[in-house]
C-alpha cells in the first residue's frame, strides 16, 4: 500500500530544496495550499492529476519523483521491495 507520510515527505523535501514554499508551490500547481499542507503531512494522497501539477510546478517529470518515492518506500520498508 502507498505510504501517504513518505509521499508527502518526498514532495516536501523536493519543495524545501528548490527554495519554494507551499504558498508558492501550491499557486503554481493551482492547488490549494491547504491540500498541498495535507499532502506533505502525509493526511491526503495527491490524485493523479495532482500529482502531475506538483511535478510541473516543480520543473520535474513526474517519474524522477515517483523513483524518489519509490527509493524512500524501499528504505523505510525494506519487506516491500
Not at 507551499?22 to 491526503?44: K, N
Not at 510546478?57 to 523505510?76: F, T
Amino acid at each position: 500500500m502507498l505510504d501517504a507520510m513518505i509521499v508527502g515527505k518526498v514532495i516536501q523535501r523536493f519543495r524545501e530544496e528548490k527554495a519554494l514554499s507551499q504558498e508558492v508551490l501550491s499557486g503554481l500547481a493551482d492547488i490549494g495550499r491547504t491540500h498541498l499542507s495535507a499532502i506533505e503531512r502525509g493526511t491526503r494522497k495527491p490524485t493523479l492529476e495532482t500529482f502531475f501539477r506538483i511535478c510541473e510546478a516543480l520543473d520535474m517529470r513526474p517519474s524522477i519523483l515517483l523513483a524518489a518515492i519509490e527509493d524512500e518506500i524501499a528504505r523505510n520498508h525494506p519487506d516491500k521491495k
